[in-house]
């Protein structure tokens, strides 16, 4: 279960049960208790993701840990324009969950 608080809308999980899997998702691990992130009202100090990441919203804390947007990538960072289940490595995907297009999308 899921809450969302406040005019930032806080994200919280409880009772979460992972059914598949032993990779705890960043939006579970990561992103709870964190405010909600656009691109012209940024939260996610100090690397303000929402605008730097093609202006993906999310519940971000790093920009990509847990985003199933992916976030877009700078140019010449090496990061991949991918979602990420866990993790912001700069590597397609990997059996523990890390690196983009892993496990949001099967």
């Known amino acids: 279960a899921y809450t969302l608080t406040g005019a930032t809308y ?4 409880s009772a979460c049960v992972q059914r598949i899997g032993s990779v705890v998702p ?6 709870s208790g964190r405010p909600f992130t656009t691109i012209d009202n940024d939260h996610a100090q100090p690397n303000n993701c929402g605008t730097t990441y ?5 519940w971000y804390g790093n920009c990509w840990d847990g985003s199933i947007n992916g ?6 960072s090496g ?5 990420y289940w866990t993790g912001y490595a ?8 890390v690196g983009a297009g892993n496990g949001w999308i099967l």
């Open 10 to 13: 806080v994200i919280a999980f």
């Open 26 to 31: 960043g939006l579970v691990s990561y992103s």
């Open 54 to 58: 093609s202006g993906t919203p999310w």
């Open 71 to 76: 976030g877009g990538e700078i140019p010449g």
């Open 79 to 83: 990061f991949l324009n991918g979602a």
């Open 90 to 97: 700069a590597q397609w995907a990997t059996p523990a969950g």
